[in-house]
């Protein structure tokens, strides 16, 4: 399907005059993808969707599939591609992904890829995917993740080195203790990297190879990281 317009990455053709279409943020834990894709939805209006997510508010419930997936996230493992695709399928059954939505942390192996790539051909009109994949070094990546602090009420999240609350461990916005994710440690980390490593980094190379996809630079502040995500998918629509 044609997009409708060329807009700008910061001119008032911004959000809805611009759709968006199905967005992939890809790249290694603690590399951003969930910061950037707050920042799209903001920009562009169309909702993120992210499977880490909607599991762990899977587990908090103490769902069936929270119950399955819980000791496969503490262990940095991935969630089986069914539970996973399953998830995704029933999520984009909701009407505010019409214009389009941010798949943050999804797909991450090849065959969560291929269910996808198929689910969106079968959708007559749909379009198709436009990919970017975030880059930051390990030793960042691991300053990300162990410093990464959450408030349990507002969700905001902080970073102890990169982003510190004003007061030491208490949400800035509401008083809130924060708390920290129970896979944020380095050991397993470590763990997140590996399965990264061999089964997400061949899901980055399918893109790669299918065209639509671009590479920017994480290691930037957050506004700069954003304005190169949002040229690239502008680029990749035009
Ligand atoms: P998930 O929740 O997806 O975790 P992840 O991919 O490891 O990514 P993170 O959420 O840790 O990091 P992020 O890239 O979003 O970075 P963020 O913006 O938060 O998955 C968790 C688990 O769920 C998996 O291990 C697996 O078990 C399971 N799972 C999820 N999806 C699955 C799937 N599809 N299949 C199977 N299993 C699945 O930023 C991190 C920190 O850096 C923050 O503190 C932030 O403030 C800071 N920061 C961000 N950008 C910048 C910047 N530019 N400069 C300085 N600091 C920054």
């Known amino acids: ?88 399928a029933d999520r984009l059954t909701e ?26 051909v079968a959708i007559p009109g749909s379009f198709p995917v436009v990919a970017v994949s975030i880059e930051v070094s390990y030793n960042q990546l691991l300053r990300r993740i162990t410093g990464r602090r959450i408030c349990s009420l507002c969700k905001t999240s902080y970073n102890i080195y990169l982003q510190p609350p004003k007061v030491n461990e208490i949400c800035d916005l509401d008083g809130t203790p924060l708390t920290r994710r129970s896979d944020d440690t380095e050991e397993v980390f470590e763990e997140r990297m590996r399965a990264y490593s061999s089964l997400t980094a061949p899901v980055v190379e399918h893109y790669r190879v299918l ?10 502040p957050v506004d700069a990281v954003t304005a190169e995500v949002k040229g690239a998918v502008l680029r990749l629509r035009s």
């Open 211 to 220: 065209g639509r996809f671009a590479e920017v630079n994480g290691e930037q």
């Open 95 to 120: 009407p505010d992904t019409a214009r389009g939505y941010i798949l943050d942390g999804f797909p991450r192996t090849l065959n969560q890829a291929d269910w996808l790539d198929g689910y969106l």
């Open 1 to 88: 399907m044609a997009v409708s317009a060329v807009p700008s990455a910061t001119g008032t053709h911004e959000g809805l005059k611009f759709t968006p279409g199905p967005i992939l943020l890809l790249g290694p834990p603690g590399v951003g993808k969930g910061t950037q894709a707050q920042e799209l939805v903001t920009a562009w209006s169309i909702p993120q969707i992210s499977t880490g997510d909607l599991l762990r508010s899977n587990v908090s419930r103490g769902t069936t599939l929270g119950k399955q997936a819980k000791e496969v996230m503490d262990r940095g493992e991935l969630v089986s591609d069914e539970l996973v695709n399953q998830m995704v």
